[in-house]
């Protein structure tokens, strides 16, 4: 089944943790990209991937850290997570053209 | 820049009565546009897309949205509501000229009524 896979799906963890969610496809697809989602405020772009070792920052990249090694995998990286970064996390990919992403089931952080 | 916005935070409607979910946009090239819906503690799922063929766009579900250029809007309906289609609804404008970038609107939550 062609999907996006998100692990882990909740998560709770304390200020400064480092911490890491990973996403991977399994459509070989070029585009990668990482969102939250916070009441009122509909999703924001963190940071997407055009292409392994291609990265470029989205609208809300502060405190996030992403790496494109390998196609299927963009994992998103939480060097000291603060409270602020309690959120709802989805990971989508897409192929090129407009096709439209694929979105994962989401992650649900919280960080006390 | 590419932005969009929804009209209306919640909707309501009744059981069988049709839906209306409003959305413009603005975009800087001709747009790529969609819709997609999240049922609650669910990922998001593309109901339909504009990709610069018919302007009249159908979706999974019953769903349809017509892209009106001279309105610059992409409003989503649906003849008559079902009680699962109560969701939270979001349109999305992208750019393919950006790296495929999407951008949201805040979303629409529907209601339906029994």
């Known amino acids: 089944e062609a999907q996006v896979t998100q692990n882990p799906r909740y998560l709770i963890t304390v200020t400064g943790k480092k911490l890491t969610v990973t996403c991977s496809q399994n459509m070989n697809h070029e585009y990668m990209s990482w969102y939250r989602q916070d009441p009122g405020l509909g999703l924001r772009q963190i940071y997407y991937?055009?292409?392994?070792?291609?990265?470029d920052k989205g609208d809300v990249p502060e405190g996030y850290k992403v790496s494109r090694k390998e196609k299927r995998n963009f994992p998103l990286i939480l060097e000291s997570p603060s409270p602020n970064q309690t959120s709802l996390y989805f990971c989508?990919?897409?192929?090129?053209?407009?096709?439209?992403?694929?979105f994962g089931s989401g992650t649900r952080l919280t960080v006390v | 820049a590419q932005s969009v916005t929804q009209l209306d935070s919640h909707v309501s409607v009744s059981e069988g009565t049709p839906v209306l979910l409003r959305c413009n946009y603005s975009s800087s090239y001709s747009p790529s546009l969609f819709w997609y819906v999240q049922h609650p503690n669910k990922g998001l799922q593309l109901l339909l897309k504009y990709t610069s063929a018919a302007t009249l766009v159908k979706g999974i579900n019953g769903f349809e949205a017509e892209f009106k250029k001279s309105e610059t809007s992409f409003h989503l309906t649906k003849p008559s509501a079902h009680m699962s289609d109560a969701a939270e609804y979001f349109c999305v404008v992208s750019d393919p000229n950006t790296g495929n970038q999407f951008y949201f609107g805040t979303g629409t939550s529907l209601t339906v009524i029994p």
């Open positions: 991937s055009m292409n392994v070792e291609v990265t």
């Open positions: 989508a990919s897409s192929p090129p053209g407009l096709s439209g992403y694929t």
